[in-house]
């Protein structure tokens, strides 16, 4: 009984003292609101519409390497994106959009290379290849005029983490996302 407690006890110490360093593990999850250019001679006239994605990301990614003012991490994350009908390019992300297509889900692996001498403003950049896993609903008049990207895609992605607390940051930044990168 008194070995039981003497380790339960230093459990509890190490815990404690583990909590004091930074983690290596961070939880992601982000809303996306993409605007695609298509092929010419692949999307309809401009009666028909515009096509669009939005969606979400969600995964984890741990420090890989760190030293001194740089940061590499890598990670997981499942992406959902939805192809919608909206009036133009540029869409409010809290829009309601008029119409829906199929929901594609992809796997990606993130790479992020970020500069964190600040505590408060860390700029970083983040490579994502993405693989999808598969794709979910009925195809309709979205899905049938506007052939979505499908397959795979690499996105590149500058942008800065703003620290809002030790546990909470927001991250701001632009992506350019190339569909079908690595096949058609």
Do not use: C
């Amino acid at each position: 009984m008194r070995s039981t407690i003497t380790i339960v006890i230093v459990m509890i110490t190490l815990n404690v003292l583990a909590q004091n360093q930074p983690s290596k593990w961070s939880f992601n999850f982000n809303y996306q609101n993409d605007s695609y250019i298509p092929k010419p001679g692949t999307e309809p006239p401009k009666a028909f519409g515009t096509s669009s994605f939005r969606g979400w990301t969600a995964g984890i990614d741990r420090t890989l390497y760190q030293k001194k003012y740089l940061k590499l991490n890598a990670g997981l994350s499942l992406n959902k994106k939805t192809q919608i009908m909206a009036g133009s390019r540029f869409v409010d992300p809290f829009t309601r959009a008029p119409e829906k297509g199929l929901d594609y889900y992809y796997l990606s692996m993130p790479i992020i290379l970020q500069y964190v001498k600040s505590k408060v403003i860390q700029p970083s950049i983040t490579i994502t290849p993405g693989f999808q896993v598969f794709n979910r609903g009925e195809i309709n008049d979205v899905t049938r005029f506007h052939r979505p990207p499908t397959g795979n895609f690499l996105q590149i992605m500058p942008g800065a983490d703003i620290r809002l607390s030790d546990r909470l940051k927001i991250f701001v930044g632009g992506s350019l996302n190339r569909y079908d990168f690595f096949w058609q």
